[in-house]
């Protein structure tokens, strides 16, 4: 990983640089070969003992159906796109605020807290039908219901990480009489920002899970268009190559999402956090 | 105690900065950090606190801060306004024990919070914190991040900060033991120099005499468990010594060590005070 500064005096990188690009060529290579060779075998399994494509279709019958089966699955995906993004965005937004409102003095933290971990420890599952039924529309309801997973584990992180400032550094923010706002801008909310990426993570996993579940509560209300009503509805048909084509898809969003808040976590971590630096002793 | 340099006071430093009375701490874990120390701190002085570890030295400077309040006892600033937010407008420099520094931002961002935080701007600041960089030697690596310097060289950024508001008053705790004999010599002469010059008030935490020796122009011994001043001696004044290449191999700079390692001896071997009885 690029994680040594442009500027760094005196870098000696040139002697490591051939090790270290066919170290970057092995992480690529090792899980897309055995990537290649488990789709291989799934392949040759269907088809050498002729498995119907009704019990497990071959991953090309998959693909095929994907791009068959493009126009019904895009608009789902879309919808669920939608849903599990304005949840993670609507979480992020709620967690952080709530936070700051939480560390900012011990009495709303005492009277607040027990409503998030209520909220929290209550299978998201049980809360869906009352949802639905209280919201009109339904995408909304699956909306409120991503949100609600997605922001515990934002909240609780942020909490943490606007609490775990150094001391000495608040001592250094008081000695030199900085305000309240000041010292939540430049001090607390970047000693956060470690903790912030890592419920980012979660939540990220959390919203696309919670979006799913909840439209499969919704689905079975009998309205719904996302990727999860495709996959029950592919189920009550029988039409198991697509309901594999609409699960690939969600993997594919899942692995999406993933790679995405690592990265926003990478570049914003990169300069200074042990996480997203390399140990170089 | 015959002090062999031991001098009058200074005309004019009757009136303390910082005067501490009857001053205890108790963390709330039970220990017994500070018990019952009193001290005036007169302007113009260097003090050192010399202790061994553990000896409440830390929390001690710490609370002349006014960082944490003593369980008992006053800390009083008779020369000083008392602020809208209960702290004296003494310009106050602190150099904590660890570098304390912000991972997230380079070292001229680092070096130029202070200022930052009293709403200079960057441009207005570059000059004054490039030089506070450059007393330290780090001139070269404002663009550096923390964990990219070594412990001295953190240590130094911590330095350069509690210089860039040119205080009044400089509060140092070990700001030197994690430096190379060379490096501590020539920021021993730095500070030295800082205080003679701009008329500093420094309150300096170390626990080698040799350091204390050669820096103070007072030197108040602590004691462990509880920790108080067992032996409060006034030297010759160490203005100059900076510019005198042979001070530190001569022998008064001799005699002044053993004295004061007599003194920390002393201390060390003191009869216990509260917690004996
Ligand atoms: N936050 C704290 N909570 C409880 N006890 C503490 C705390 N800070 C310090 N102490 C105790 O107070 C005593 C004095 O600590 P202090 O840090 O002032 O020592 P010191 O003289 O600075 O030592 P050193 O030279 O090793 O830095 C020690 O016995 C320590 O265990
Ligand atoms: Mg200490």
Known sequence: MVALADDAPAANRSESAPGANRDRLMRIAVPAAMLALTLLAWEAYVRLNGVPPYILPAPSLVAATLVKDWATLWPALLVTLQITFSALILALVGGSALAILLVQSRWVELALYPYAVILQVTPIVAIAPLILVYVPSTQGAIMICAFLVAFFPILSNMVQGLKSVDHNLLNLYDLYGASRWQQLRMLKLPAALPYFMAGLKIGGGLSLIAAVVAEFAAGSAGAGSGLAFRLLESQYRMNIPRLFAALVLLSATGVAIFAFTSLVSWLSLRRWHESALSREN | ?277
Request: hydrophobic share 45%.
């Open chain 2, 1 to 277: 105690m015959s002090a062999p340099a031991a001098t009058s006071l200074p005309p004019g430093a009757a009136r303390p900065v910082v005067s501490l009375r009857g001053v205890s701490k108790r963390f709330s874990n039970g220990t017994l950090a500070l018990s019952s120390m009193s001290m005036d701190i007169r302007r113009g002085e260097f003090v050192s606190l010399l202790g061994p570890s553990g000896c409440g030295k830390s929390t001690a400077l710490r609370i002349v801060a006014g960082l944490g309040q003593p369980s008992e006892g006053t800390v009083d600033w008779p020369a000083s306004r008392i602020g809208r937010n209960g702290r004296p407008d003494a310009d106050i420099g602190f150099v904590f024990q660890e570098p304390t520094l912000m991972p997230w931002k380079p070292v001229f961002d680092n070096a130029f919070l202070p200022l930052r935080l009293k709403g200079v701007s960057k441009a207005q600041a570059r000059d004054t914190v490039m030089a506070a960089l450059e007393t330290v030697g780090l001139e070269d690596f404002a663009r550096a991040y923390p964990r990219e310097l070594s412990g001295g060289m953190r240590m130094r950024v911590s330095i350069a900060r509690a210089l860039v508001t040119e205080p009044k008053l400089l509060l140092m705790d070990e700001p030197f033991g994690a430096l190379d004999e060379i490096t501590r010599q020539k920021l021993n002469d730095d500070v030295l120099r800082l205080w003679h010059e701009k008329g500093l008030t420094v309150v300096f935490v170390t626990h080698s005499v040799f350091e204390a020796a050669y820096l103070s122009s007072r030197i108040a011994v602590m004691g462990a468990r509880p920790g108080r001043v067992v032996s409060d001696m006034a030297l010759a004044s160490p203005a100059g010594r900076e510019r005198d290449a042979g001070f530190r191999s001569s022998d008064a700079y001799g005699e002044l060590c053993r004295h004061v390692s007599q003194a920390l001896a002393g201390a060390m071997y003191a009869p216990r005070g509260a917690e004996a009885a």
